[in-house]
């Protein structure tokens, strides 16, 4: 086969990312079987990563993730991509670490300090969990409405502190009516 030009490779990316938007992993990755050589793009390692996480497949996933360079503080979907892989195959430590990462390079959204949470609740990290979990709220005091199904709190559920911090962060109206 000759060598895609830029135009098809930039078209097979293009294909791949709106195949991942609708869910459609295996779609994705048919469009990146393009990219056969030793110089496969960052970019497409972790569309390929990406594909491999929504197939549940994490370990895979995180082959092609960790391809993709590690300047990567900034590449905020790649460093909750990772976490996300880590969680699931039983890597707190990593998961942590990665959404560390996330957090240096974006320290301002909302959900990266949530996932901080989550994963230090999960860790048996109290203390840790619950300042970044007030930190979220200040931040977007609409993740609070993730709380109640999120079972990474769990371990914190019952814990009169964690009590308190949702208590703390209903809005003021609501507690009013309390």
Known sequence: M???????????????????????????????????DSATPAEVEQLRGEAFRLKEDYECALQHFERVADDSENNLDLQMGKAWCFKRIGRLDKAIESMRAAYRGSPKVAIV??????????????????????????????????????????????????????????????????
């Open 2 to 36: 000759a060598d895609a030009t830029d135009i098809q490779k930039q078209r097979a990316i293009e294909a791949a990312q709106g195949y991942l938007m609708l869910d459609l992993p295996d779609a994705a990755l048919r469009r990146l079987e393009l990219f056969q």
């Open 113 to 178: 300090l949530y996932n901080l949470a989550c994963y230090f609740s999960l860790a048996g990290e109290k203390e840790e969990a619950l300042s970044w979990l007030a930190r979220a709220f200040r931040m977007d005091n609409s993740l609070r409405n993730l709380v109640p199904r999120e079972t990474d709190f769990d371990p914190l559920r019952n814990d009169q502190d964690f009590i308190y911090l949702m208590q703390l962060s209903e809005p003021k109206e609501s507690r009013k009516k309390s």
